[in-house]
């Protein structure tokens, strides 16, 4: 019986472990207009190391201590902050 709940503990934390690292590692993608062409590009520059982190990350079977993975969540975070920063931009009607 107590084997049954700490297996069953176990695999909850697994799944919600698993959860959560989904879920900060955001895929980032291009969403800001021609209107602000320098960030635009910069969400492409992003998208695009994203995408070769990835298929390092395929390469080596996940095998990169980690450092890929949290270079991709710094990835994200640069991609939320340059859409934030583009939003701002609208707002005081300027073009960058």
Request: hydrophobic content about 45%.
């Amino acid at each position: 019986m107590k084997a049954n709940v700490f297996l069953a503990g176990a695999l909850f934390g697994a799944v919600v472990s698993v959860g959560c690292a989904a879920v900060a590692q955001e895929r980032p993608f291009v969403d800001i207009g021609e209107r602000h062409g320098n960030l635009r590009d910069a969400q492409q520059h992003i998208v695009a190391a994203w995408q070769a982190i990835s298929r390092g990350q395929q390469a080596n079977n996940d095998a990169l201590g980690g450092h890929a993975a949290r270079a991709k969540d710094l990835l994200s975070q640069a991609d939320t902050e340059i859409r934030l920063a583009a939003d701002v931009a609208n707002e005081h009607n300027r073009n960058w």
